[in-house]
């Protein structure tokens, strides 16, 4: 029995998706793959609401996330964290040797302006990292007011901005919110298989990449980029055509849905699950910071979520647990790709059922 999976990524992906990864392979320095990959960077460009490069990667998000900030620092990074994922970026910069401090929110609580403000007025950063949406808790930051901030009072400092659980399932303008790299993966709102790594990359990122002396090798975003200018969209290592195909095909599908129409999707799907969360339990991540694609719901009547789970996959469906630390103090319910409402209906149905709510 196939389960359903409602946490946060990998994502269900759909059939007709997953039959154009077995489609033959062709040469990738051949006019055949250039043709396929710019097709690819110029919708992803669409989605992004950028005029910037796009860079792939067949990686994780995580590769993007550790070629940017090794790439892109020249002086010293300054990492936001609101969660797990946050703090990984700082976990890297320190893996790679790259001078950098970690700024934390309380727990349950986002990364603000002014936060951000005093960390950049010190003078000694060139580079920020901010996680768009931190499925670890359900929050999602203000990138958009951070840009703003940026542009107006630090402009020349790097902004790079992870966005693997939300773009494709919320808005995200990089060129109007003044993102300079913004990361994405493939299993999460794209409703793809994982393997796949996206990335926006500014010519002001571009730039300052230029100036750092070690960049690493595979995840060198100076390479990538000077690689598909010059040799029209192909890369300097083999990449994953397989996940190019359905990326393909998917973009395709989500530019005949409509953008407008996608986040609105997304927004509902939220919407119903948080009301559920608010009748029956309570809302981790506070008013105006809730993630459209991540729910994080506090465990106030004290279920067993492992077991809620297992009865779950008894019938077919699979939320997850609160993340390290959080784990049956929370759990977790994703809403993102390629569901609809009625989807997370059924869902409901059946954790209603379980708990006897």
């Known amino acids: ?136 808790t359900g929050i999602m930051n203000p990138v958009a007011e951070i840009g703003v901030l940026l542009k107006e009072k630090y402009p020349e400092i790097v902004f790079c901005v992870d966005a693997v659980s939300s773009a494709a399932g919320y808005k995200i303008e990089v060129d109007a919110w003044g993102i300079d790299v913004c990361i994405t993966s493939t299993q999460k709102a794209l409703g793809l298989p994982p393997g796949l790594a996206i990335c926006t990359f500014s010519k002001k990122a571009y730039e300052s990449a230029k100036q750092v002396k070690f960049r690493g090798f595979y995840l060198d975003l100076v390479k990538l980029y000077d690689t598909i200018q010059k040799k029209d969209y192909q890369y300097p290592s083999t990449p994953s055509l397989s996940h190019m195909y359905a990326l393909d095909y998917q973009l395709g599908c989500i530019m005949e849905e409509g953008l407008d129409q996608r986040f609105a999707r997304h927004a509902e799907m939220a919407d119903y699950v948080r009301a559920w969360a608010e009748k029956n339990f309570e809302l981790f991540a506070p008013e105006g910071f809730r993630s459209n694609t991540v729910t994080a719901i506090k465990n106030t009547k004290e279920i067993s979520v492992g077991g809620l789970n297992k009865e779950l996959a008894r019938r077919g469906y699979a939320v997850s647990n609160g993340y390290g630390k959080m784990k049956e103090k929370t759990f977790r319910i994703a809403h993102m790709a390629d569901y609809k409402i009625q989807d997370l209906q059924e869902l409901i149905k059946q954790i209603d059922d379980i708990l006897g709510l």
């Open 1 to 136: 029995m196939h389960t359903k999976l409602f946490i946060p990524g990998p994502v269900d992906v759909r059939p007709e998706v997953l039959e154009q990864m077995s489609k033959p392979m062709i040469g990738h320095r051949s006019k055949e793959a250039s043709h396929l990959q710019r097709r690819i960077s110029d919708n992803l460009r669409k989605l992004f609401y950028t005029e910037n490069e796009i860079l792939l990667s067949t990686t994780s998000g995580s590769g993007l996330m550790e070629g940017s900030i090794r790439s892109c620092t020249k002086k010293r990074a300054a990492c936001f964290s609101v969660g797990a994922f946050g703090t990984r970026w700082y976990d890297m910069a320190i893996a790679n040797n790259i001078p950098a401090d970690l700024y934390e929110a309380e727990l349950g609580q986002p990364t603000t302006v002014e936060m951000v403000d005093k960390a950049l007025a010190t003078g000694k950063y060139d580079l920020i990292t901010v996680t768009h949406n931190e499925t670890s």
